[in-house]
């Protein structure tokens, strides 16, 4: 029996999604959860089906892959009062801990969160990484996860 396409895609992000929630044990699942309710709600859309994996916390930050179609990105969150909150969302620019450094990150979570993300992204096929690839510049969000407004003067 031949499965439809789109259902394989579907099983296939959700092995993904268990497999980086599985494969990085060192964050806490409720964390994980956290930040992929917090993208989801921003993103996810019934036509355009957000995925998210993998999900690296170190401390009070975190950074996500997200894949919708044949796009993606990466996303940078801070816990802030005990929620997480999308601070920016780039491409390869924030598997560099240097970038994570200059969006507030202290040095050393930066440089475990950039050597950690390196080694769950390893894990993932070439083909998704590929798609964290594609998101161009760096696009900061003020803490709703929407662009911050222009002061006009």
């Not at 990085?24 to 957000?50: C, G, H, S, W, Y």
């Not at 096929?125 to 996860?145: E, V």
């Amino acid at each position: 029996m031949k499965l439809p396409t789109p259902f394989v895609r579907a099983a296939t992000a959700a092995l993904l999604l268990v497999a980086a929630t599985v494969g990085n044990t060192a964050e806490p699942p409720a964390d994980q959860a956290a930040i992929r309710q917090v993208m989801m709600a921003q993103f996810d859309k019934p036509e355009a089906r957000l995925a998210v994996a993998p999900v690296v916390v170190v401390g009070d930050a975190a950074v996500a892959g997200w894949s919708q179609g044949d796009r993606g990105g990466r996303a940078l969150l801070f816990r802030k009062h005990g929620k997480w909150q999308i601070a920016a969302c780039a491409g390869d620019a924030l598997k560099e801990a240097k970038v994570l450094r200059d969006a507030g990150v202290s040095a050393g979570d930066a440089d475990r969160l950039a050597m950690n993300l390196a080694k769950a992204e390893g894990a993932l096929p070439a083909d998704l990484r590929a798609k964290f690839s594609t998101f161009d510049g760096y696009l900061r969000l003020d803490g709703s996860g929407q662009h911050p407004q222009e002061h006009k003067h």
